[in-house]
């Protein structure tokens, strides 16, 4: 693997606990700067992993809702999310995907439902770009997110500030 992939690793993975971590303190719903308040919430399943080649570690967390001890436990003990299961909600519509942090990929999108989708179009090009339309506004909501992270992340509060209180967060046992 070489550096920049390593790196891109990294920050995927950083970038996943803070979006968890934005998303628990304000119960589901994380401010983006100009855009709004969207909601995120992470669903059923996240995976964690350690080490690296033969020495790494994989664990997996399921639930209704992955606020699980178990993968705060997992952060804790120094594993990093690989990839989470997802719901991003925006005024009434909501999209639910797993986000892969190691390459910035989305698998198993779950578009919003569309009138258009439940009547029977004649029109199926119009359909198509329609939902290409909605698919492309969920990933670009994660890469203003991603911007965020990134700018906060770069910030020379991060370690006096935000990083306490992620540690803070992670500390709390009780979810």
Not at 95 to 113: G, I, Y
Request: charged letters at 30%; aromatic letters at 12%; glycine letters at 8%.
């Amino acid at each position: 693997m070489d550096i920049s992939s390593q790196t891109f690793e990294f920050l995927g993975r950083e970038f996943l606990t803070w979006l968890w971590f934005k998303s628990e303190v304000r119960n589901g719903s994380v401010m983006i700067p100009g855009f709004g308040d969207i909601e995120i919430v992470f669903l059923r399943r996240l995976v964690f992993e350690s080490g690296e080649g033969d020495y790494s570690e994989t664990i997996v967390c399921r639930g209704f809702r992955t606020d699980l001890k178990e993968g705060k436990t997992a952060l804790r003990e120094g594993k990093k999310i690989k990839e989470a299961r997802i719901k991003l909600g925006m005024g009434s519509e909501e999209w639910e995907f797993t986000f892969k942090a190691d390459r910035f990929c989305f698998q198993s999108m779950a578009l919003p439902s569309h009138p258009a989708f439940d009547e029977e179009e004649k029109d199926r090009e119009a359909q198509l770009i329609d939902r290409i339309g909605m698919a492309e506004t969920a990933v670009g909501t994660m890469e203003r997110l991603f911007h965020l992270f990134v700018s906060e992340r770069l910030e020379p509060t991060w370690r006096s500030e935000t990083l306490p209180r992620i540690q803070m967060w992670l500390a709390d046992k009780t979810t």
